[in-house]
């Protein structure tokens, strides 16, 4: 099936740094979503993206699409502990269901 | 806010047995969905529902799952004979649309097969 990859696995940052997750597709998506996971929570949703090339902001995060629709990233500006959780992306296949990538978890030392 | 509920929080059973995990979606939403996550991995998908039908599966949704929306509030996962791999932790979420304005998830059943 479809597989959508995300980079890097961990990272570890020091509080007041920033963040980047990357999201790939081999193939072309009609659109993504990004989820964040606290420890022991469930998946809260943060924004889904659809055209090519789009950038939105919430805050302190940056998500974007790439214009081939085949990569996104989200960018945490100065991250805070409450940041702190797995990041998800989900992206969706035309005519298919969500499929998550396998997350990157997020540490913020204080 | 709005909520998607679901019972029990854990779960455990022995191999073999049949499990019925229950959600209750948003009132308002018309599809629902249920993934897998096993402990530390993502998240994966098994099915989503409108209309009273399944409208996708993926390929863990084998034989040995069903769900069902007995009524006009629950959604339930059955698992039948279960194996120790079924182990997971197990969300149930539902869209108002078809995911445009994203998934709201529930805060998941714990299922541990012994």
């Known amino acids: 099936g479809q597989q959508v990859m995300q980079i890097p696995q961990y990272q570890h940052v020091q509080e007041g740094e920033d963040f980047t997750t990357y999201c790939n597709s081999s193939?072309?998506?009609?659109?993504i979503q990004w989820y964040k996971q606290r420890p022991g929570g469930h998946p809260v949703f943060l924004i889904q993206l659809v055209k090519s090339g789009e950038v939105k902001k919430q805050k302190r995060l940056t998500f974007q699409f790439g214009e081939a629709k085949k990569n996104s990233s989200l960018h945490i500006t100065a991250t805070q502990t409450t940041d702190v959780g797995t990041y998800f992306c989900?992206?969706?296949?035309?005519?298919?269901?969500?499929?998550f990538g396998p997350g990157t978890r997020l540490s913020v030392l204080p | 806010e709005p909520e998607v509920t679901q019972t029990p929080s854990h779960q455990v059973t022995q191999m073999g047995q049949e499990v019925i995990l229950r959600c209750v979606p948003i009132?308002?939403?018309?599809?629902f969905y249920w993934y897998r996550q096993i402990l530390g991995q993502k998240v994966e998908f098994l099915v989503s529902f409108y209309n009273n039908e399944i409208s996708e599966k993926s390929e863990i949704f084998d034989d040995q799952f069903s769900v069902e929306r007995p009524d006009g509030s629950n959604f339930t996962l059955k698992i039948r004979s279960t194996k120790l791999e079924d182990s997971a932790m197990y969300f149930c979420a539902s869209s108002e649309s078809e995911g445009s304005y994203g998934y709201t998830f529930g805060s998941g059943t714990r299922l541990t097969v012994v």
């Open positions: 193939t072309t998506l009609s659109n």
């Open positions: 989900a992206g969706r296949y035309y005519g298919q269901n969500f499929v």
């Open positions: 009132s308002n939403h018309l599809y």
